[in-house]
């Protein structure tokens, strides 16, 4: 491989690199090269390397003006590197160094050109290129604001997000290299520097901060404070995500004062109300429900309905209220009708329920408000019992009495049929018509309690 001439000391060290390397005169002559560089272009090129050979006729022709440029470069003195892609016999990434060749008195010798093959290298660069950019389009196309800070709270990375944000919030850019104490809501210091202390422990943490910016003006942030590590698992930083919550928070708030009206309307009612889910689970109750039923409201929240019916009627009302689900409307129950309950001490009771069911969502619920009616039943009862023994007896007076009002008539009858005198048949007519007043007024008596009895 080498003239006659070559040292061995110099023949040992082309043959101890793994590069492919090749010595070359200022007229492109080939002086010294070794094995790897033969057998590299052996298999591109398919041209064995001698020495003298012009090293030219072994760069393709796609790199020769930039071989002539780094040559002549080298030959003015200085040292190239640049990397590009092999293409044979396959595809792989390789670094040229041009690097010019003195002799021991300083003169000009030539050019060392090595070349080293760093495919995996760069493979492993690309593809460290093509994750630094995929998280870099992640962390800048969330709606969350990102920083990343090292154990000392300096910042080491950060998305737009977060740099519009702490704009806004505090009328100042972040930097990398900032400490970021001076991005620190006011009266939200102890809060952060407890979050940021667990997160060097290993442990994360979210929360929810009302804060002011420089102006004065309040904003909901959902904050989350991580640890991140290494591959190696030493603590790289502490990595902050922060969401403006303003539109949720003011969402959350309405409806939970809407919720603390309806409830507060709900306890004040004068009589029993109860909702219950498509399970029949009862998920609010209101006080009133203890004066009638003997539970406290949280007694019966999370119980079934079926705990204030009576057990006979567990099958009948199950079907009931799959009935009523699939078609849900404004209902009364009482009317004409009795709807048994059970109280905490077992008694029964007859109450009415106004039913209306309403929707939350994808979740079904139903409104009942209790009336206990027990009472007036009682009443009802009473009165109608009452009614009849009246009856009974109006009906049993007026035949007793229109009995001997009619033997009356008779004999008044029989006697104006004897020719009786003037005086008499006075008399007679008077009795006869007192004795019609009153079997018109025991018709009447009969009438109004039998309406149907005299047609």
Partial sequence: MFAPDASDLLYALLE?????IVLISPEHRVLAFNHVMQEMLLNTLGKELVLGADYRDFVVQANQDLYLEYFEQALA????????????????WVESTFKPLYSQSQALFGVTLRIKNIDEHKRAELALEQMAETFEAIIENTTESIVLLDPQRQVLLFNHVAKARLKVGFN???VVGDDFQKFIFAGKESTFYAAFDRALQGESSQFEVLAQDYQGHEMWFQSRVFPVFKRNGELLGVSLFALNINDRKYVEIALAESEEKFRKIVDSAPTPI?????HMQIVLANP???????????????QHLHLLIPERFHAQHSHDEQTYLRHPRPYKMGINRLTPARTSCGDEIIVEISLNGFQIGQDAYILAIIQDVTQRVKDQQQIAEQLERLKAIAWQQS????????NILGLVHVLQGLSPSVEQVLCLNQLAQATDELDQIIRQIVARTYPDSLK
């Fill in 274 to 278: 109860l909702i219950v889910d498509a």
């Fill in 399 to 406: 035949h007793e009495v229109r009995k001997p009002v009619a």
């Fill in 288 to 302: 009133e429900v203890e004066h009638v039923f003997g539970y406290h409201p949280e007694q019966l929240e999370g």
């Fill in 16 to 20: 101890s690199s793994p590069d492919a």
């Fill in 172 to 174: 100042r850019e972040i």
């Fill in 77 to 92: 003195g200085a040292i190239l590197v640049t990397q590009h892609q092999h293409n044979h016999p396959q595809v792989c």
